[in-house]
T-cell receptor, first 116, second 117 residues
Framework: AQTVTQSQPEMSVQEAETVTLSCTYDTSESNYYLFWYKQPPSRQMILVIR??????QNATENRFSVNFQKAAKSFSLKISDSQLGDTAMYFCAFMKHRGGSEKLVFGKGTKLTVNP | EAGVAQSPRYKIIEKRQSVAFWCNPISGHATLYWYQQILGQGPKLLIQ????????DSQLPKDRFSAERLKGVDSTLKIQPAKLEDSAVYLCASSPRFRRFSGNTIYFGEGSWLTVV
């Protein structure tokens, strides 16, 4: 079974600075997807960024980028120019790529606070 | 495009009572998921439907939880009888028409908050 580990329960950053959230995962699959979801207090899960494991290039979405290290099974999220609206829980998630059962397995989350 | 709709948003019940949550996925989405998120944890999959068939319900406590997706569109998740440990947010999610190896993005609703007292 796949597992996702987020080792930082809480982090804080000053507005406009850069912060990196860590995620490691364990799987025997060779093809899979990785995601970062943001969950504000409203509890709706919002997709931040996704990475296909077969792609070597790291995904980027505006201020958000990932550092995907497949051999190390590491998938960190970097947020540049942090904004107050980035304050939320961030979840790393794994989806395997075969078998017809596409489902997300989540880590426990990292609570990020952006301070003014 | 309308998102995943869930109701009710909030529910407080006493233990041993029953509760039902409703979900309307994004139009045309074939796959529907119910996740349970206990405070301080990541969401855990309870059940996954592909159209109106169950793909995965391995983590659904079947002695008290049930779910159905009639006609492959809306879905209802029921808990009967509820226990204190069922207090959680129940997230419904959907993804587009199933395509093998597609890695479809999964879209979430705002969740239904359940408190069992």
């Amino acid at each position: 079974a796949q597992t996702v580990t987020q080792s930082q329960p809480e982090m804080s950053v000053q507005e406009a600075e850069t912060v990196t959230l860590s995620c490691t995962y364990d799987t025997s699959e060779s093809n899979y997807y990785l995601f970062w979801y943001k969950q504000p207090p409203s509890r709706q899960m919002i997709l931040v960024i996704r990475q296909e494991a077969y792609k070597q290039q790291n995904a980027t979405e505006n201020r958000f980028s990932v550092n995907f290290q497949k051999a190390a099974k590491s998938f960190s999220l970097k947020i540049s120019d942090s904004q107050l609206g980035d304050t939320a829980m961030y979840f790393c998630a794994f989806m395997k790529h075969r078998g017809g059962s596409e489902k997300l397995v989540f880590g426990k989350g990292t609570k990020l606070t952006v301070n003014p | 495009e309308a998102g995943v709709a869930q109701s009710p948003r909030y529910k407080i019940i006493e233990k041993r009572q029953s509760v039902a949550f409703w979900c309307n996925p994004i139009s045309g989405h074939a796959t529907l998921y119910w996740y349970q998120q206990i405070l301080g944890q990541g969401p855990k999959l309870l059940i996954q439907f592909q159209n109106n068939g169950v793909v995965d319900d391995s983590q659904l406590p079947k002695d008290r939880f049930s779910a159905e997706r009639l006609k492959g569109v809306d879905s209802t998740l029921k808990i009967q009888p509820a226990k204190l440990e069922d207090s959680a947010v129940y997230l419904c999610a959907s993804s587009p028409r199933f395509r093998r190896f597609s890695g479809n993005t999964i879209y979430f609703g705002e969740g239904s908050w359940l408190t069992v007292v």
